[in-house]
DNA sequence: GCGGACTGCTTACCT
DNA sequence: ACAGGTAAGCAGTCCGCG
């Protein structure tokens, strides 16, 4: 078996809960009665309280709920009493399996158990055994061992005929707890008689009844599913008191080239003292801890009176002091706090001898989370490529404190004005302060649109918050479908079972090395076009898994009479008779945020609060829903499905252009498109409704109109245009002059063009705009060879290393042979760091920045991006780059 | 030994 | 560690050329 197959089962990364070792459990079970002292006891009457987080109790052997009483802003911790254990399903009879002697004899075996599951590629119930266990550890763990690697491996040892099955072996216990409970994790919960029970909110009630009125239209079970959904979308959120931490640590300087450098000291030693450290309550508490230091006198004017300022002594009592704050705050929040602050202070304190049962973090290989409360890092968070996408709206490109803290809330992080260690107390308390101040603020801006964001996935996901924040989109996405098939008790299959029964891809992508064939672009007609009205698909593919019951179970089903039911420009065909889970979970989803989210987040009527709820609502569905078909194409997702993938591409493809076809024959103009859009060249109203009319008849899609342009200037490239809308806004798309990477020096014309642009309302117009824009090209190219820049900054491209400098073999592009000049200059660079280089006249014609004088630039070099910057919007203007710099094209030539 | 045609690599973007 | 499609720029290779 591969080797993916194990990982697969136990994920080593990003999920939080990983396993302790015996010895680390030893441990936590000796301490584990000073720590409780610590922790709040359940109070009699506890008032309703979200569902926070779960964990298992290596010491109590059960599951551990974390509910959050937004009363006393406290967490209780509720623990299992329904005698819930961990399991595997097998395909073997407790039998055959009372034959294997390492199973009997494993320490964590229990009981065995008959049980029916529903199997959903043979579409009957399948008899299959339950193998109980007294620990996770002993269904799957990192040791070897483990049950569901000893029943397959010990099978054929007994004369087993067949290969025996192992399902459901590699999902987490917590999370094997809430489905099997049919918990709601972000949901409110009250404890009665020691029990944990739901509870309902009244006036959220009304409002799910409200939304399920508006789908009467839909099959029962497609209602059913939307009704839970609203439920979970429409619970109010509590207000979740917080802290933000941000640590300084003394940090060794090195000297190269006579400046100054410092090298971040590594968290797993943690050889130097801490010498700050900032706590910003949501509550209003603001402290500043500082390390007092021989010679440097006390005192402090740059910060607002409100911050508490404290001195210590000793650094263990400076961390003691810290520690206390986080033993009491139900959430924490760091920016990397999970690979530095909490790392950093767990391992000082053990360093200075504290004791394990005062460090209140629990350090895991790749997280680090809190004994008492729940941990939100958020480097992890604004990492999430989606959430950077379609949370955030590509607003930060790099994800540091600085820049998503300047692109979100315009707070950047205070510059320095002296090495870090000769810093006195106040700039150092100040620096520390305003980081702090950041990453709370990054929570709380936009009516603490985070945490809500956060708060509405862990429910759509039926996760931890923990996780949330640190896992991607295919982890929300298959934690809801797992949930699902234990709802329905259908046998959650496994990854090669799917690929087994349903095969890969058929179709041959236009990219190389690419599984199947995606979307289509439709080649621009270039040149100015006035009126364009673009429109497009409501979410595409997730209409599509809707409309087409798309899923692993019924693509390709067994049935012989659905093989009719084909799927266009692929062998596929889909099931008539069964409905897909996915098809009914991501259309409901769809449905909502369609009819009732999006609409309610724009409602100028409601109050302003509820108008944010519902914003935060209909980004995260929009997040999700986005993801939802790649999923199915990607080999690390649990029920990856290339045939479902490769289907939904399809009739993406066949949609499209049959309403191009629509369009043309209605007479209207077709000058571009581009996977789920079509842009009309001067339509009537007319037009446009009979396209929208027939898309819903005919296909079941909903059609509609997503953007009108004054006009749109096209180029002749794909995926390049531009278009001015009756606001006068102007959307740039693909236009090279757009790109991060390129210098400032010529984005900046590249901008006063547009404002040229925005100015044109009528094609008379164009002639002046025509004329100020060859100006501007004229004097930024004049700029250049009178080699007139204002900072060599300007001029720097900026370009991303996707690997370690010393990772290129194959090619050495420009910006890593910039990287290895620095590299020789004693900068450290990893994956994921900026360059930033200016190309020049000598070997190997690329300078970083930072070692680049004036006289070495390559003027000629930065002319030739003018023009191919420019050339992209030239051409469909009808201008020539040269004859606007005034060279003929015979001299040119010459 | 050198330049053009070609392919491949890398990054940034679009939907 | 959700997908595929497109553009740009450069690196590296092959081939012809007395």
Same mark, same amino acid.
């Given at each position: ?15 939080? $809960? ?28 506890? !008032? ?42 097998? !395909? ?13 004899? =494993? ?35 990192? +040791? ?137 309550? +949501? ?10 230091? /021989? ?35 139900? &959430?924490?929040? @760091?920016?990397?706090?999970?690979? &530095? ?5 767990? =391992? ?132 809801? %479908? ?21 095969? *890969? ?23 100015? =076009? ?27 089903? +067994? $049935? ?50 509820? #108008? ?34 490769? /289907? ?15 369009? #043309? ?9 581009? @996977? ?7 339509? @009537? ?49 693909? %236009?090279?002059? *757009? ?57 720097? &491209? ?16 420009? $910006? ?20 930033? &280089? ?13 070692? /680049? ?11 030739? =991006? ?29």
């Amino acid at each position: 078996m591969a080797k993916k197959h194990l990982d697969d089962y136990f994920p080593r990364s990003e999920s939080v $809960h990983e396993e302790s070792t015996e010895s680390s459990m030893r441990r936590a079970r000796e301490e584990e009665r000073k720590k409780i002292e610590v922790i709040p006891k359940v109070p009699k009457n506890l !008032s309703p309280s979200f569902f926070v987080s779960a964990t298992y109790d290596g010491e109590k052997r059960v599951a551990c709920i974390k509910l959050y009483d937004p009363k006393s802003e406290k967490i209780y911790f509720w623990y299992d009493n329904t005698g819930h254990k961990p399991y595997l399903l097998t !395909s073997l009879s407790p039998i055959e399996l009372e034959k294997i002697g390492r199973v009997m004899s =494993h320490p964590g075996f229990d009981q065995f158990k008959l049980v029916e599951k529903y199997h959903p590629f043979q579409d009957r119930n399948v008899a299959v055994t339950k193998v109980v266990a007294k620990d996770p550890l002993a269904i799957g763990g990192r +040791s070897r061992g483990c049950l569901r690697d000893i029943i397959p491996e010990d099978y054929p040892k007994i004369g087993g005929k067949t290969e025996a099955k192992v399902w459901e072996a590699a999902i987490r216990y917590y999370q094997c707890y809430i489905y099997d409970r049919q918990l709601a994790p972000g949901m409110l919960y009250k404890i009665e008689n020691n029990n944990l029970i739901q509870v309902k909110h009244e006036s959220s009630e009304r409002t799910v009844n409200k939304i399920c009125s508006l789908f009467t239209a839909e099959p029962k079970k497609a209602l059913r599913n939307i009704e839970t959904w609203a439920r979970l979308l429409e619970y109010p959120a509590p207000n979740f008191r917080r802290v933000a931490l941000d640590i300084e640590v003394f940090t060794p300087t090195i000297e190269i080239e006579g400046k100054l450098t410092f090298r971040v000291p590594d968290p797993r030693e943690a050889a130097y003292q801490v010498t700050c450290v900032s706590l910003l309550g +949501s509550d209003g508490e603001k402290r500043v801890l500082l390390l007092k230091r /021989a010679g440097v006198r006390e005192g402090i004017d740059k910060l607002p009176p409100d911050v508490s300022v404290e001195y210590f002594d000793s650094e263990e009592n400076l961390i003691l002091e810290v520690f206390k704050v986080l033993w009491e705050y139900p &959430f924490v929040i @760091t920016f990397n706090g999970d690979d &530095f602050d909490l790392r950093y202070l767990a =391992h000082r304190a053990q360093n200075l001898g504290i004791k394990r049962s005062q460090i209140p973090i629990e350090v895991r290989r790749r997280v680090c989370l809190l004994e008492y409360g729940v941990h939100i890092d958020l480097y992890k968070f604004f990492f999430n490529k989606s959430i950077q996408i379609y949370a955030f709206g590509r607003k930060y490109l790099d994800v540091t404190l600085n820049e998503v803290g300047k692109a979100l809330i315009g707070l950047a992080k205070l510059e320095l004005t002296k090495p870090f260690n000769e810093l006195a107390y106040g700039e150092l308390a100040q620096y520390c302060m305003q980081d702090a101040e950041i990453t709370l603020k990054l929570t709380t801006f936009d009516d603490n649109l985070v945490m809500k964001l956060i708060l509405a996935i862990t429910r759509i996901s039926r996760m931890p918050m923990e996780d949330v924040s640190r896992q991607g989109v295919s982890r929300w996405i298959r934690n809801f %479908l797992q949930f699902e098939h234990r709802r329905r008790n259908v046998l959650i299959p496994n990854t090669e079972d799917i690929l087994a029964a349903k095969g *890969k891809t058929t179709t041959k992508a236009v990219i190389k090395g690419k599984k199947y064939k995606g979307a289509i672009v439709v080649k621009p007609v270039p040149g100015v =076009h006035f009126n364009v009205a673009v429109m497009d698909f409501a979410s595409l593919y997730p209409s599509l898994i809707k409309v087409w019951n798309l899923g692993y179970q019924t693509i390709r089903c +067994s $049935h012989p009479e659905c093989k009719s039911n084909a799927i266009p420009d692929t062998p596929h065909w889909v099931c008539t008779k069964d409905r897909a889970l996915e098809s009914l979970l991501i259309g409901s989803l769809r449905d909502l945020r369609v009819s009732w989210y999006k609409p309610k987040s724009k409602e100028k009527a409601l109050p302003k609060e509820m #108008r944010s709820w519902y914003n935060v609502i209909q980004s995260a569905l929009k997040v999700i829903l986005n993801a939802s078909y790649g999923v199915f194409g990607a080999a690390s997702f649990d029920l990856y499905c290339p045939p479902v993938a490769e /289907a939904t591409a399809a009739i993406g493809r066949h949609s499209i252009t049959q309403i191009s076809n629509k369009a #043309r024959e209605l007479g209207i103009q077709v000058i571009y498109g581009d @996977t789920d859009s079509i842009f009309l060249k001067n339509p @009537t109203p007319e037009q446009i409704d009979s396209l929208a009319q027939w898309s819903k008849e005919e296909l079941k899609m909903e059609l509609g109109v997503d953007k009108l342009y004054r006009y749109a200037l096209l180029s002749s490239r794909k995926k390049n245009y531009l278009g001015v809308s009756t606001d006068g806004s102007v959307d740039v798309k693909g %236009l090279t002059g *757009k790109k991060r990477h390129i210098p400032i020096f010529i984005k900046k014309s590249f901008n006063q063009m547009n404002e040229q642009l925005a100015q044109v309302k009528s094609p008379a117009e164009f002639d002046g705009a025509k004329k100020q824009i060859a100006n501007i090209i004229r004097n930024c190219y004049l700029k250049l060879k009178k080699r007139e820049w204002e900072r060599i900054d300007d001029l720097a &491209f900026h370009v991303v290393l996707g690997e370690a400098p010393e990772h290129y073999v194959k090619t050495t592009p420009q $910006h890593v042979k910039a990287a290895r000049l620095l590299q020789e200059k004693k900068y450290e660079l990893k994956a994921g760091d900026l360059i930033s &280089f200016v190309k020049v006249v000598k070997e190997p014609h690329v300078k970083p920045v930072q070692l /680049a004088s004036d006289s070495e630039v390559d003027v000629e070099k930065y002319v030739g =991006h003018l023009q191919s910057t420019f050339d992209q919007v030239l051409d469909a203007l009808g201008l020539d780059f040269e004859e606007i710099i005034g060279l003929t094209k015979l001299e040119r030539f010459m």
